[in-house]
């Protein structure tokens, strides 16, 4: 069955960096891309960003251009997520998720998540 | 961005009751909409794609509707396991957006 089995729980300090794996089971993984949302204590889903599988092509959140990378590795069908210059609001649940294409390859939406990946940021 | 909002932001209900959760665009995002349930602690679930096509494994007792701005997500006899929040999200352009979610608890 389709499953994407995250990295665990990480604890950084503010201004560190942070990469969290994604990896992926039960399909061909380059026929699909990776979506990056995140939620923060007690708040709502935030998406990141999403990786193409295929060409790697990516396309993220405003608000974090310049501090967020994703890549994957079509070798071990692993999708990462890094982000950099983390605060405390970075302190989040992490969760990746697979990006199913429409018919004519323009939208995509999600189908299954990974179980999330908590990392806190603290002094 | 595309606003989503969602009507009520939380609800009451009986087991076996019907209940009907509103999603609206602030603009218009065609059928691209998909809903979500998250219980407590656990990751997102996805329901519903394209406004009204079920995820593979879902049960019939959840459907959607709705096109242009407006939608919604009904489930037609909630059950103990149904308590959850349950979001909407718009996928018609980017960035994608999420609505604030509708909590669902016990009456």
């Known amino acids: 069955q389709v499953q994407l089995v995250q990295s665990g729980a990480e604890v950084k300090k503010p201004g560190a960096s942070v990469k969290v794996s994604c990896k992926a089971s039960?399909?061909?993984?380059?026929?699909?891309?990776i979506s990056w949302v995140r939620q923060a204590p007690g708040q709502g889903l935030e998406w990141m960003g999403w990786?193409?599988?295929?060409?790697?092509?990516?396309n993220y959140a405003q608000k974090l251009q310049g501090r967020v990378t994703m890549t994957t590795d079509t070798s071990t069908s692993t999708a990462y997520m890094e982000l950099r210059s983390l605060r405390s609001d970075d302190t989040a649940v992490y969760y990746c998720?697979?990006?199913?294409?429409?018919?004519?390859?323009?939208?995509?939406?999600?189908?299954?998540w990974g179980k999330g990946t908590t990392v806190t940021v603290s002094s | 961005d595309i606003q989503m909002t969602q009507s009520p932001s939380s609800l009451s209900a009986s087991v076996g009751d019907r209940v009907t959760i509103t999603c609206r665009a602030s603009q218009g995002i065609s059928n691209y909409l998909a809903w979500f349930q998250q219980k407590p602690g656990k990751a997102p679930k996805s329901l519903i794609y394209?406004?009204?096509s079920l995820q593979s494994g879902v049960p019939s007792k959840f459907s959607g509707s709705g096109s242009g701005t407006d939608f919604t997500l009904t489930i037609s006899s909630l059950q103990p396991e149904d308590f959850a929040t349950y979001y909407c999200?718009?996928?018609?352009?980017?960035?994608?957006?999420f609505g604030p979610g509708t909590k669902v608890d016990i009456k």
């Open positions: 990786i193409s599988a295929y060409n790697g092509n990516t």
């Open positions: 039960g399909y061909t993984f380059t026929s699909y891309g």
């Open positions: 998720a697979r990006m199913v294409p429409t018919l004519d390859y323009y939208y995509y939406y999600m189908d299954v």
């Open positions: 999200q718009q996928y018609n352009s980017y960035p994608p957006t």
């Open positions: 394209a406004a009204s």
